[in-house]
Nanobody, 119 residues
Framework: QVQLVESGGGLVQAGGSLRLSCAASGRTFSRYAMGWFRQAPGKEREVVATISWSALTTYYADSVKGRFTISRDNAKNTVYLQMNNLKPEDTAVYYC????????????WGQGTQVTVSS
């Protein structure tokens, strides 16, 4: 497993932008698929975006397509989530997660970072 630490959350007005970062420990980070998930109060956790180990394949939830961009820098063991045109409904705790080549699901999780979008 890898250890994950998110940063970059905060309070922003609707229409604004934030960039979340997730720093990972371990020398095998480049082999892991990475994902960003979020959980709003009273709601289930949902996937926001994922990226393959090579960065060639990405996935976005319909609700964020065209506004959010996931990327990774394997040299820095870091994955990013650029969030533009934020909406109040994007308010949630955002989690970074990693899936190793031998896992069928994301098995390593960060502690989460709060994103609050005011209207």
């Amino acid at each position: 497993q890898v250890q994950l630490v998110e940063s970059g959350g905060g309070l922003v007005q609707a229409g604004g932008s934030l960039r979340l970062s997730c720093a990972a420990s371990g020398r095998t980070f480049s082999r892991y698929a990475m994902g960003w998930f979020r959980q709003a109060p009273g709601k289930e956790r949902e996937v926001v975006a994922t990226i393959s180990w090579s960065a060639l394949t990405t996935y976005y939830a319909d609700s964020v397509k065209g506004r959010f961009t996931i990327s990774r820098d394997n040299a820095k063991n870091t994955v990013y989530l650029q969030m533009n045109n934020l909406k109040p409904e994007d308010t949630a705790v955002y989690y970074c997660a990693a899936r190793s080549p031998v896992e069928s699901d994301f098995g390593s999780w960060g502690q989460g970072t709060q994103v609050t979008v005011s209207s």
